[in-house]
Nanobody, 125 residues
């Protein structure tokens, strides 16, 4: 079992930065793959970034070069550092975790069993 709580969202101007945090409670956090997804009103949930138990990472094209995912297993926390934010980054951001996601399915939200409640990111133009 894994419980996830996101924080760090807010209102920021275009070009600004935010750091999201995803704090997990539960055992063996280091074994879990943790991903960030986002969902804008009227749109489907989309993949943003993922970090595996071995610290390998992947990013959506929209995040590459602007976002950085990292993890601190001593704090049971995964971070998403977001820079050069754009209005199109506005969404509810979720973190999700699972210990069984295979490499080819890392970007598929249906493969994750554990989800947080989300944190809102709003980027003004």
């Amino acid at each position: 079992q894994l419980q996830l709580v996101e924080s760090g969202g807010g209102l920021v101007q275009s070009g600004g930065s935010l750091r999201l945090s995803c704090v997990a409670s539960g055992q063996s956090f280091s074994r879990y793959t943790v991903a960030w997804f986002r969902q804008a009103p009227g749109k489907e949930r989309e993949f943003v970034s993922v970090i595996r138990y071995n610290r390998n990472t992947a990013y959506a094209d929209s995040a590459t070069g602007r976002f950085t995912i990292s993890r601190d297993n001593t704090k049971n926390t995964v971070y998403l550092q977001m820079t050069s934010l754009k209005p199109e980054d506005t969404a509810l951001y979720f973190c999700a975790g699972d210990a069984q996601v295979i490499q080819s399915q890392l970007r598929n939200p249906s493969q994750y069993d554990y989800w947080g409640q989300g944190t809102q990111v709003t980027v003004s133009s």
